[in-house]
C-alpha cells in the first residue's frame, strides 16, 4: 500500500510540469494570431503597397490574413504525423528537448518579419511553429501518460489541456495594446514563443525518460526500474513493472504497426476509427471558431470592449479546465465528453439567437458573451482535454505512436478547414454560422454514445483486450448482449463498455490483438 500513498510526488510532478510547457506553448500561439488582427492585416497592407504601389484589395487581405491564420495548422498536420519518427527512435523526452529548436527558430522569422518587411516571413515563422507544436500535441500526452500512475492518467492527462488554455489566456492578456499589442511591439508578442522554449530545453535534461519507452522499446529493466521508483517514491513498483513486463510480452508477439495496418487489422481498426472521431469533436465542435474569431464575434454582436470580453472566455476557459481535472476521475471520460458536447449544442443555439437579434434588440449582445462562455466552459469539461489523452489509453505501446500520429493529424487538419474556411462561411451563413457546428455536435453525441468505451481506472493492457473481445477473466453475471466487458483491474471491480463489435464473440482469442 505504500505504493498507494505515494503516488504524487516530487519527481512526477516536476516532469510533468515541464513537459505541459510543450502544452503551454500550443496554446499560446493558437491564441496569439487574434489580438493584433487588424494590426497585422495592415502591416500586410502596408508591405503590399511598398513592393506594388497599390493597396491591397479586400479579397486578397482575408485570403492573406486566413492562410496567415490556418498555415499554422498546415505545420500542424505535419508535425503531428511524425511523432512516431521521434518516439520510437529518441524516446519521449528526447524527442522533446529536440524539437524545441523548431519553436526558436520560428518565433525567431515572426518576431523578425516586420524588420525584413516581409509577410513571407510570418508566414513562414507561423508554419514552423505549428509544425513544433504539432510534434508537442503529440509527444506531451504521450509522455504525460506513459510516467502517470494508472489511477492518476486522466487527471495528469487533463494538465495537457489545462496547459493549452493558460497558454491561450496569456497570449490573449499580452495581446492587449497597452502590453504587446501595439503596432510597435507585435513582432515581440509573436516572437515571445522563444522564451519558453529555452526553458523547457534547460528542465527537461533533470527530467526522467519515460519508463515504458525504456523498458519496453530499450529492454533496459534496470533503467526503468529505477525511474519508476523515483516517479513513484516507493521501492516497490513490482505491479508496473509486471504490467509493462506483459505489454512486452504482447508486443513481441505483435509484428510492426504502420499507420495502414491500424486500419487493416481488426483490433486497431475500432480504437482508431474511435479516437479519430473524438479528435474531429474537438476541431468541429466550433471551439477553434471562437478563439482565433472571438474579437470579431464579440464586435458583431455589438460589444463595446471585445478584446475583455474575450479574455474573460479565456479565464473561464481555465477555470472549467480545472474542474475537469478533479472530475475526470471520479465522472469518467465518456460521461464528461457527453455532458461537453450536449452543453456546447445548447450555447451554440443560444450564440445564434443572441447575433439574429442584436441588431432589433441591443441587449441581446449580453446573451452572447454568456453563450460564448457557456460554450467554451462545456468545452472544457470534455471535449477539450479527452480527446488528446484517451487516445494514449486507447492502444498499447507497439501501436501507439502510430495511433498519435493519425488521430493529430486528424485534429490538425479539421483545425486547418475551420481556420481557413471560417471567414467565407462566416460571410456565407451571417448570423447562422454556428447552426453547422450544432449538427456537428449532435452527430458527435450519438457516435459518442454509442461507440465511445469508458476508460477510467484501467490498464493499457486491459483496454486494449477490451477491443479483442477479451472478457474471460473474473466475469462475474455475463454482459448484456452488444456490450463487451474489460477485464477487472480487482477481483470485485468491473466495467462495463459499450458496444465495439457485435461479430466477435464475447470471448474471442487475445490471439488477435
Known amino acids: 500500500m505504500e505504493g498507494e500513498k505515494k503516488q504524487v510526488t516530487v519527481p512526477l510532478l516536476l516532469a510533468v510540469s515541464v513537459a505541459v510547457i510543450g502544452s503551454v506553448q500550443f496554446g499560446y500561439n493558437t491564441g496569439v494570431i487574434n489580438a493584433p488582427e487588424k494590426i497585422i492585416r495592415q502591416f500586410h497592407n502596408e508591405t503590399w503597397k511598398a513592393r506594388t504601389a497599390e493597396f491591397i484589395t479586400d479579397n486578397l487581405s482575408t485570403t492573406l490574413w486566413s492562410f496567415s491564420v490556418a498555415i499554422f495548422s498546415v505545420g500542424g498536420m505535419i508535425g503531428s504525423f511524425s511523432v512516431g519518427v521521434f518516439v520510437n527512435r529518441f524516446g519521449r523526452r528526447n524527442s522533446m528537448l529536440m524539437v524545441n529548436v523548431l519553436a526558436v527558430i520560428g518565433g525567431s522569422l515572426m518576431g523578425f518579419s516586420k524588420l525584413a518587411a516581409s509577410f513571407e516571413m510570418l508566414i513562414l515563422g507561423r508554419m514552423t511553429i505549428g509544425l513544433f507544436c504539432g510534434l508537442s500535441t503529440g509527444l506531451v500526452p504521450m509522455y504525460i501518460g506513459e510516467i502517470s500512475p494508472t489511477s492518476l492518467r486522466g487527471a495528469f492527462g ?6 493549452v488554455v493558460i497558454g491561450i489566456l496569456i497570449a490573449q492578456v499580452f ?9 510597435s511591439l ?7 514563443t522563444i522564451i519558453p522554449a529555452v526553458i523547457q530545453s534547460i528542465a527537461l535534461p533533470f527530467c526522467p525518460e519515460s519508463p515504458r519507452f525504456l523498458l519496453i522499446n530499450k529492454n533496459q529493466e534496470e533503467k526503468a526500474t529505477e525511474i519508476l521508483k523515483k516517479l513513484r517514491g516507493t521501492a516497490d513498483v513490482q505491479q508496473d513493472l509486471q504490467e509493462m513486463k506483459d505489454e512486452s510480452l504482447k508486443m513481441m508477439q505483435e509484428k510492426k504497426v504502420t499507420i495502414p495496418e491500424l486500419f487493416r487489422s481488426p483490433s486497431y481498426r475500432q480504437p482508431i476509427i474511435i479516437a479519430i472521431v473524438l479528435q474531429l469533436s474537438q476541431q468541429l465542435s466550433g471551439i477553434n471558431a471562437v478563439f482565433y474569431y472571438s474579437t470579431n464575434i464579440f464586435e458583431a454582436a455589438g460589444v463595446k470592449e471585445p478584446i475583455y470580453a474575450t479574455i474573460g472566455a479565456g479565464v473561464v476557459n481555465t477555470v472549467f479546465t480545472v474542474v475537469s481535472l478533479f472530475l475526470v476521475e471520479r465522472a469518467g471520460r465518456r460521461t464528461l465528453h457527453l455532458v461537453g458536447l450536449a452543453g456546447m449544442a445548447f450555447c451554440a443555439v443560444l450564440m445564434t439567437i443572441a447575433l439574429t437579434l442584436t441588431s432589433q434588440i441591443p441587449s441581446m449582445s449580453y446573451l452572447s458573451i454568456i453563450a460564448i462562455f457557456g460554450f467554451v466552459a462545456f468545452f472544457e469539461v470534455g471535449p477539450g482535454p479527452i480527446p488528446w489523452f ?9 501501436p501507439r505512436p502510430a495511433a498519435m500520429a493519425v488521430a493529430g493529424c486528424s485534429n490538425w487538419t479539421s483545425n486547418f478547414i475551420v481556420g481557413l474556411g471560417f471567414p467565407y462561411v462566416q460571410v ?11 449538427v456537428f455536435l449532435a452527430l458527435f453525441f450519438v457516435f459518442t454514445f454509442f461507440r465511445v468505451p469508458e476508460t477510467r481506472g484501467r490498464t493499457f493492457d486491459d483496454i486494449s483486450k477490451g477491443f479483442a473481445g477479451g472478457n474471460s477473466q473474473g466475469a462475474g453475471s455475463p454482459a448484456p448482449e452488444g456490450v463487451v466487458t474489460l477485464p477487472p483491474s480487482s477481483p470485485t471491480e468491473k466495467v462495463p463498455m459499450v458496444q465495439l463489435n457485435t461479430e466477435e464473440a464475447p470471448n474471442a482469442s487475445l490471439s488477435k490483438v
Open 158 to 163: 487533463t494538465l495537457h489541456q489545462l496547459g
Open 175 to 183: 495581446g492587449l495594446e497597452f502590453i504587446l499589442g501595439s503596432q
Open 186 to 192: 507585435w513582432p515581440v508578442l509573436l516572437g515571445l
Open 390 to 398: 484517451i487516445v494514449a489509453e486507447l492502444f498499447s505501446q507497439g
Open 428 to 438: 456565407l451563413c451571417g448570423d447562422y454560422v454556428f447552426i453547422i457546428f450544432v
